[in-house]
């Protein structure tokens, strides 16, 4: 796709994650936003994947290790064919296959349930090893908060990875600077990231703007050229992207517009796809 074509669907996975989390009446619509351009990259560009053959054999494998920004992952899926679009706004339904975090029994697409932060890496760890011994050549990726980094299991997964000299995964972390209690640095900080992730034996991709595919794509590339050694991407990013009123604001971490925000938001929106158009 060309750079125009992911513009346009990233602002289609967005309207997306606002239509599910305002339908629901609850979420995580910042973070969702945030990562929305790395989601759409992921699915529209980067990973091998079928949305007929969901299940293909030698697919490339997402792990979304913050499970809660399942509104992203599932507008990325639901654009990219997995299922319905119209299907977004069943998120946490009594019944619904869409629900809070990501299941991999129920969600067409979703190659691991997650949502215990610190979980996803320490899978993605094991699925790219797994893919070593079998002689697989897919790739493994997995997206963290930068919040998520304060969890201690993700330096175990981290270390492991680094030992096993896991060139296959690619760790990406959304590093918007903020989560549930306040800016990272205040709450408990994992800076420098980049740094730490290179103590680890990671080859590191600073990607300076999560939102300019441009950057995006020569970020993955050179995570796919590395040889040796697991690549992380920190992907700086903007909380609550696209919307206005969400954006850099921690307290749309964890909860669903009302029917004015909506609108106001659908219309930002609507407004950056008429602009898009234009182009």
Same mark, same amino acid.
Not at 233 to 255: N, P, Q, T, Y
């Given at each position: 796709m060309t750079n125009l074509e992911l513009q346009k669907t990233a602002? +289609?996975? %967005?309207?997306?994650? #606002?239509?599910?989390?305002?339908?629901?009446?609850? *979420?995580?619509?910042?973070?969702?936003?945030?990562?929305?351009?790395?989601?759409?990259?992921?699915?529209?560009?980067?990973?091998?994947?079928?949305?007929?053959?969901?299940?293909? +054999?030698? %697919?490339?494998?997402? #792990?979304?290790?913050?499970?809660?920004?399942?509104? *992203?992952?599932?507008?990325?899926?639901?654009?990219?064919?997995?299922?319905?679009?119209?299907?977004?706004?069943t998120l946490r339904k009594l019944g619904s296959y869409l629900q809070g975090h990501p299941c991999m029994q129920s969600v067409p697409g979703v190659d691991m349930s997650s949502g215990s932060l610190g979980q996803g890496i320490s899978v993605a760890c094991g699925m790219a090893l797994g893919a070593k011994m079998s002689n697989k050549d897919y790739r493994v990726y997995t997206l963290l908060g930068d919040g998520e980094l304060e969890e201690g299991q993700v330096w175990e997964a981290s270390m492991f990875a680094g030992h096993r000299k896991l060139d296959n995964l690619c760790v990406i972390v959304d590093n918007n600077g903020l989560q549930i209690d306040g800016s990272i640095d205040d709450v408990c900080s994992p800076n420098p990231i980049d740094k730490k992730f290179e103590a680890f034996n990671f080859h590191v991709v600073n990607l300076d703007d999560a939102h300019d595919f441009d950057k995006i794509r020569a970020a993955f590339k050179e995570a796919r050229e590395t040889k040796g050694m697991p690549t992380a991407?920190?992907?700086?990013?903007?909380?609550?992207?696209?919307?206005?009123?969400?954006?850099?604001?921690?307290?749309?971490?964890?909860?669903a517009p009302n029917d004015e925000e909506y609108a106001v938001a659908m219309a930002d929106l609507e407004r950056i796809g008429e602009a898009l158009c234009q182009k």
């Open positions: 602002n +289609e996975v %967005r309207k997306g994650i #606002v239509t599910a989390v305002h339908a629901a009446k609850a *979420g995580h619509p910042g973070g969702s936003l945030s990562a929305a351009d790395i989601f759409t990259y992921l699915y529209f560009e980067e990973l091998n994947i079928d949305p007929k053959n969901p299940k293909m +054999e030698n %697919r490339d494998r997402f #792990v979304l290790s913050k499970g809660h920004t399942a509104p *992203g992952l599932y507008s990325a899926l639901a654009n990219r064919g997995f299922f319905p679009v119209e299907d977004l706004v991407i920190i992907a700086h990013s903007l909380k609550g992207k696209g919307v206005s009123f969400m954006e850099g604001s921690v307290d749309w971490h964890g909860k």
